[in-house]
C-alpha cells in the first residue's frame, strides 16, 4: 500500500485570527468547529489517479486539537469513482500509514461519508512585508504535516451538520492555507 499526493489545504474554523491550536493552546471558544478541504493537484494511492479531486472534512475538537477525540463527517468529491472514493478512504481513515494517518488519529468518530459537489477556491493569505505570504513552520499541530502554513482570513465561513455537532455562521475568522506533499 503506497500513496503520494500533492496539492492545496483550505482549513476554515470558528477561532479569530490566527488559531491558537497551531501553538498547542486550547481553541478560542474552548472547542472547535472547523472544516477542511485537501485538493489533489497531482496524486495516486495504490495506483489510482486521484489527480483534480477535492475530499473535504467538518469536524468538531472538543478541546485542544491534540488530544484528540474529534467528531468528524467525510465528503468525497463527486466526480470520484467508486474506486477513487475508496482509495481515498483508505489514505483519510488511516489504513494507508504514513503522516495522514498520524493526523487522522485524531479522530474519535466518523459519524458519515458521503460524495458532494466540492468547489476549492483559494484567496491570497496574508503577507509579511517582503510581500511573502505569513507563515507557520515546525507549529506543534498541524494539518499539513511537514509543509508550511499560511495565515489568511475567511470573509465569511458557514457551516452546520447537526451529527457532527457543528453549528457556525461567521465573519472574518481564521483561515490556513497551504500546500502539501503527503507519502506513505
Not at 4 to 28: F, H, M, Q
Not at 65 to 77: F, H, K
Request: a negative charge; one cysteine or more; aromatic letters at 8%.
Amino acid at each position: 500500500m503506497t500513496y503520494k499526493l500533492e496539492g492545496s489545504l483550505l482549513e476554515v474554523c470558528d477561532c479569530n485570527v490566527l488559531c491558537p491550536c497551531w501553538i498547542g493552546e486550547a481553541p478560542d471558544n474552548g472547542t472547535c468547529q472547523t472544516a477542511l478541504a485537501y485538493h489533489f493537484e497531482r496524486g495516486a494511492i495504490d495506483g489510482i489517479d486521484v489527480s483534480g479531486l477535492t475530499l473535504a472534512t467538518n469536524a468538531f475538537v472538543p478541546g485542544t486539537p491534540l488530544a484528540g477525540n474529534w467528531r468528524v463527517q467525510i465528503y468525497i468529491d463527486e466526480r470520484a469513482t467508486k474506486e477513487q472514493e475508496i482509495a481515498l478512504l483508505s489514505v483519510f481513515t488511516g489504513k494507508q500509514g504514513g503522516p495522514v494517518a498520524d493526523l487522522v488519529s485524531l479522530i474519535g468518530e466518523v459519524v458519515g461519508v458521503e460524495r458532494a459537489p466540492i468547489t476549492f477556491e483559494v484567496k491570497e493569505p496574508y503577507r509579511g512585508p517582503s510581500g511573502q505570504p505569513t507563515t507557520l513552520v515546525d507549529s506543534i499541530f498541524s494539518t499539513i504535516p511537514g509543509s508550511p502554513a499560511y495565515v489568511a482570513k475567511a470573509s465569511m465561513f458557514r457551516l452546520k451538520n447537526e451529527a457532527v455537532g457543528v453549528d457556525v455562521n461567521l465573519r472574518d475568522h481564521n483561515a490556513i492555507q497551504g500546500q502539501f506533499a503527503f507519502e506513505g
